[in-house]
């Protein structure tokens, strides 16, 4: 099982390659972890091998490799979320392509070449109603067939999906690994590293701190919101510069990162930030605490169409009349919930 290049994830890509050299694979898979991890590489490959003609399977040379490279090949399917984040479940009588129900109806048809791989990446960005109507494909597939469930955890995967899967959970790359990763990119030693630190080991994440322009504006955003936790006065601060760049969930994730950093440098008295993320870090440990937690409730209200821009404002507001408290022992308590 050719798992080249791929960094990290020793265990998890020993159990796989027990799988096929047992030949016990399940027919349906489920990868779950934060996002630019790798799951969905993992779960090319594995599908890869079942096509493959060449040796090293996949070997990435032969004419099926290189079709699902491509995108084209016949019985290689990958669903993934639309441009709002959700897979949706479709009409019964339509079936639009990309939905839950044109899915199902894609799997139901004889393979071309006798096999079919199919990524679902984004279980749980399928409403209740949309995974409901999988649970028959999932429970029992096509003899001929391989799905791999991808998702960033599964608390929001109905129980009875996660009951007719193997699960295999990804865990965050090291630092180490992303350094290295970016620096085969091309990248500076000082940003791969700086990128690496604020990540939170997500390789998707850290590329995008390594994009100068949009890594100045969220620090510009950080900047913004930890000048008012410290000093108060008027917040008026947005996301839409960096969302001209990045999805909402995204510039969150990477604020979430950068002050869970702050948080383990308080805890830890370890070193301060890098230069360029000077004017970001907060000293009271309670006001990191209460910020990571907003941020991971506007992050959670993404689903509930929350105002961000209205949330982000009242929320810190809220917050400032607390900034100075100081209390490292509600940090201790509260700590294992941010």
Known sequence: MNFSNIHGHTAQLQRIRQMVQRRMIPQTLMFSGIDGIGKRLVAMRLLSSFFCTGDASPCGRCTACRQIEKGIHPDFIIL?????????????EKKEPGSVRWLIERISRKPITGSCGVILDGIDRIAEEGQNALLKTIEEPPNSTHLVLIAQGGASVLPTILSRCIHIKFYPLGEDDIADMLAGRGIAPRDADAAAAFCG???SLALHLCDSVVKQHLLDLCREISA?????GIFDATLGAAQKYLDTTTILDIL??????????IIR???AAPPEFSGIYLDNPRTVVNLIKILLALKEGQSHNLNIRIGLKGMLYSLYSDANADSLGYIQNDYQHV
């Open 80 to 92: 993934s979320p639309n441009q709002k984040g959700v897979i949706p479940i479709g009409s019964e």
């Open 201 to 203: 080991g997500s390789m």
């Open 228 to 232: 008012f936790l410290t000093s108060g």
């Open 256 to 265: 979430i990162n950068i002050y869970r950093r702050n948080l383990n440098e």
């Open 269 to 271: 008295g370890g070193s």
